[in-house]
């Protein structure tokens, strides 16, 4: 493998988490039968790492990010953030959906305040919410209701959301994956360029081979449901990285390869 | 002298512009404005006519306040004719005109079919002169009657909505409760509240307790419903991205279950308040012997037919004053929804 382009000193140590999945299995109770969606699946992930998970429609991909957020408990196995059991969800874990699911009744800002607000400091933390607002460039839109906004200013808003807390691991579930192309094309310069300048561990579930490679330093391919790791493989290029780049279509096709749809390409 | 000059100059300007400019707005707008004014003067024409249908011809009955409502008819009829001339008929007025007209007539024809020919038969339906004569005359008993309904309505209504409000929060968020309470409310709430009224009158110490019980009872099961049925809706995912950003239960009721509930809340809240209208009027006339109830029984005891009519326009408007209250509230505090209803 060629050198590691990515300057990991530029970034400050302490933000991201690393995070620990250790033979994780889960399932789920349908008409009392299990069905089972993860089998012993275990990686590693380093403090700052920025990792794609890619696998097919149905795998069980968004359940492990569930897992991880702690909004369920696995059936067998255990996950842990920086050594630490993750035993329930927790701020320094943030998920972002691939709905916004913005809350309705609450105005851009209030959105944006939602965490801060829930964690009862709200009061003396204020600006945090003007600055995650201007990092996603919907300072204007503060006082808008979701109901009118287009589907990328919702997504930035939830994204805005999640970054208020200073996550430390950012948990995205197809962040994208309702957006038009063009949208979701400049989101993903954007959240790049986010996670390299802020430093936090990130976890981004998606169905987009471009996308995985473009934005993530690696990859974990899954298998079918049960999901098993199928490949796990780094992506050594330099960012700002080019969807032109022949390295880049390279292992594009090689996942594609992976997932059965190289005859389609 | 510069600055008396500019002032003069500023209005003369704007005058000679005006005059160049209104005899072309004029006749652009020419149809569209004679149609406005036709129904203006129209409108003013029906109550000149009201009014002259009092006096020109003998009442049939004895009615003592027929001329003061031909005079006020002529009043209304002047100043509408006046707001009419002078192009002073706002467009709130303006665009009620036409509503104008046809009151204006159906009193007409009203006065004429009671009050002169007896063309409907007299004492059931009385004269527009005589339903004035009840404000006039009969206010104090109908004000205090009034003020009885209004009093125990908003007591039985506030009762009935903050318990089933509860009682719907908490059947929708714990099943502990939802199974103890959900079957009682199967049995209890599909009952019509009036068919409590001979329990509930022997049972409470007053039958105004016992009123204000059934009207609360009417209330509460639409609201419990709606409440509850609309804290069950709140889509997990809302609850998920609470958590994730820290939110404790309680958070997750009063910031997230609550907010997301109230849309379903405000139909119960309205259906609430047409079942305990139903309620307040039989409560009236069965038990409480006060009230715009009691007055419209009390009326049809003496067949004072004009009372009762009076009683029931009062009725009508405080139920729709009412409705338009909660309305306007639900508007305020649901600006975020799209589209909603406008009452």
Redesign the interface.
């Given at each position: 493998m060629v050198a590691v382009a990515i300057a990991e000193t530029d970034r400050p140590a302490a933000v991201g988490a690393s995070l620990n999945v250790e033979g994780v299995s889960h399932a789920f109770d349908i008409d009392g039968a299990a069905l089972p969606v993860l089998n012993d699946v275990s990686f590693n992930v380093r403090p700052g790492e920025f990792v794609a998970l890619l696998g097919p429609s149905g795998c069980g991909k968004s359940t492990l990010l569930?897992l991880v957020?702690?909004?369920e408990p696995p059936r067998l196995g255990a996950l842990f953030e920086d050594g630490r059991p993750i035993k329930g969800?927790?701020?320094s874990?943030?998920?972002v959906?691939q709905?916004p699911?913005l809350?309705?009744?609450?105005t851009v800002w209030k959105n944006v305040a939602?965490?801060l607000?829930?964690?009862g400091v709200l009061k003396s933390q204020r600006p945090r919410v003007d600055a995650a607002l201007d990092l996603v460039g919907l300072s204007a839109f503060r006082n808008a209701?979701?109901?009118q906004l287009s589907g990328g200013m919702a997504q930035r808003v939830a994204l805005a959301?999640a970054l208020v807390?200073n996550p430390r691991i950012l948990i995205l579930d197809e962040p994208l994956g309702k957006l038009d192309s063009l949208t979701r094309i400049s989101m993903q310069a954007e959240i790049a360029a986010l996670w390299q300048r802020s430093g936090f561990t990130t976890l981004m579930v998606t169905h987009d081979v471009e996308e995985a490679v473009f934005m993530a330093n690696r990859v974990i391919v899954f298998s079918d449901r049960p999901a098993r790791i199928k490949a796990d493989m780094t992506v050594d290029r330099p960012f700002p990285r080019h969807r032109g780049d022949p390295k880049l279509a390279e292992l594009r096709s090689n996942i594609l390869g992976l997932l059965g749809l190289d005859a389609n390409w | 002298m510069s600055t008396y000059s500019t002032r003069s100059k500023t209005p003369a300007l704007a005058r000679s512009a005006g005059e160049k400019a209104a005899p072309a707005s004029h006749s652009l707008s020419f149809p569209i404005s004679v149609a406005k004014n036709a129904s203006g003067a129209l409108a003013g024409l029906a109550w000149t006519g009201f009014g002259l249908s009092c006096l020109l011809w003998q009442d049939l009955g004895d009615w003592s306040r027929t001329h003061e409502v031909a005079i006020a008819s002529f009043v209304f009829a002047g100043s509408i004719l006046t707001a009419t001339l002078f192009g002073r008929f706002g467009g709130g007025l303006q665009s009620r005109a036409p509503w104008l007209l046809a009151f204006g007539l159906f009193l007409t024809i009203w006065e004429i079919a009671t009050a002169k020919f007896a063309w409907l038969p007299l004492p059931f339906f009385p004269p527009p002169q005589a339903i004035v004569e009840v404000y006039t005359d009969d206010w104090p008993k109908l004000l205090a009657s009034t003020v009885a309904s209004v009093k125990l309505q908003l007591v039985g209504y506030a009762l009935g909505a903050a318990i089933g409000f509860l009682t719907g929060v908490l059947i929708g968020w714990s099943r502990a409760v939802g199974y103890w309470v959900h079957p009682a409310l199967r049995f209890i709430g599909p009952l019509p509240a009036t068919a409590w009224l001979p329990f509930a009158l022997f049972t409470f110490p007053s039958s105004w307790s016992a009123s204000t019980f059934l009207i609360a009872l009417a209330t509460g099961f639409p609201v419990t419903v709606l409440t509850w049925s609309g804290v069950a809706s709140v889509?997990n995912?809302?609850y998920?991205?609470?958590?994730?950003?820290?939110?404790?239960p309680s958070?997750l009721v009063l910031?997230?279950a609550i907010?997301?509930a109230?849309p379903h809340v405000f139909v119960g809240l309205f259906m609430g308040l047409g079942s305990s209208f139903a309620v307040l009027v039989v409560a009236e006339m069965m038990g409480v012997k006060a009230g715009l109830g009691w007055y419209l029984q009390w009326a049809q005891g003496w067949a004072a037919y004009a009372n009762m009519y009076a009683a029931l326009i009062v009725m009508s408007l405080l139920c729709s004053g009412a409705i338009t209250l909660l309305f306007r509230t639900r508007d305020r505090l649901?600006?975020?929804?799209?589209g909603v209803v406008k009452w």
């Open positions: 569930r957020a702690g909004l969800p927790f701020p874990r943030v998920v959906f709905d699911t809350f309705p009744w609450r939602l965490g607000e829930a964690q209701y979701p109901h959301r807390n | 889509s995912a809302y998920d991205v609470a958590r994730t950003l820290g939110a404790k958070f910031k997230v907010p997301a109230l649901l600006v975020w929804q799209k």
